[in-house]
């Protein structure tokens, strides 16, 4: 199976900052069809979890443009700028390229 | 409007089954994959299968095939997980998620399920 490693655990943040949370994985997210299949969600307190981006860098309908997706390879970070209180919660990252699935252990984003 | 609507909290005796559903509306429920996915108590996200509606083709990963059972009801627009001889390490809370091109778009509210005698 593909690990998924995620850093940091925890985030502390201050409202209006900047964060980067990186993504790693054991082995080239690149599909056959040339895809890199890597996405990006967030699961506030007590709700399922919601699509940021998709496919590496694409935001999802509706994602404010202060969430950044970028990488390559085995390598993949999510900027947040502008950390709003709305953004507080666990960010996980999900491979779709392998079989099986597999999600990173997520990130907590915290209040400082 | 995309929406995945999950059955209620279940509770079940070790040993036993339960079965809980998930009701797509908004979208044609064939054109997409299913999938569904377990979070145990304050644990992350572990992807445990998916089913074609249209088909009625199903994957699992290698930790859940003797566990789960995905169907799908295309009259009803409906997709199910049963889950087999319950454990405490069943406890936990089952979503369902459309998936799209490789990405989970949509999720339902999820559905917990608590393993008890």
């Known amino acids: 199976d593909v690990l998924m490693t995620q850093t940091p655990v925890s985030l502390p943040v201050s409202l209006g900052g900047q964060v980067s949370i990186s993504c790693r994985s054991s082995?080239?997210?690149?599909?056959?069809?040339?895809?890199?299949?890597l996405h990006w969600y967030l699961q506030k307190p007590g709700q399922s979890p919601q699509l940021l981006i998709y496919?590496?860098?694409n935001r999802f309908s509706g994602v404010p443009d202060r969430f950044s997706g970028s990488g390559s390879g085995t390598d993949f970070t999510l900027k947040i700028s502008r950390v709003e209180p709305e953004d507080l919660g666990v960010y996980y990252c999900?491979?779709?390229?392998?079989?099986?699935?597999?999600f990173g252990s997520g990130t907590k984003l915290e209040i400082k | 409007e995309v929406q995945l609507q999950q059955s209620g909290p279940e509770v079940g005796r070790p040993g036993s089954s339960v079965k809980i559903s998930c009701k797509a509306s908004?979208?044609?429920?064939?054109?997409?994959?299913m999938n569904w996915v377990k979070q145990s108590p304050g644990q992350g996200l572990e992807w445990i299968g998916w089913?074609?509606?249209?088909?009625?083709?199903?994957d699992y990963a290698e930790k859940f095939k003797k566990k789960a059972t995905l169907t799908a009801d295309t009259s009803s627009n409906t997709a199910y997980i049963q889950l087999s001889s319950l454990t405490s390490e069943d406890t936990a809370t089952y979503f369902c998620a459309r998936c799209r091109r490789g990405d989970f778009d949509y999720w339902g509210q999820g559905v917990m399920v608590t393993v008890s005698s």
């Open positions: 089913i074609d509606p249209e088909y009625g083709s199903t």
């Open positions: 082995q080239s997210l690149v599909h056959s069809d040339g895809n890199t299949y």
């Open positions: 908004g979208y044609t429920f064939t054109d997409y994959v």
């Open positions: 496919r590496v860098s």
């Open positions: 999900l491979q779709s390229t392998h079989f099986p699935l597999t």
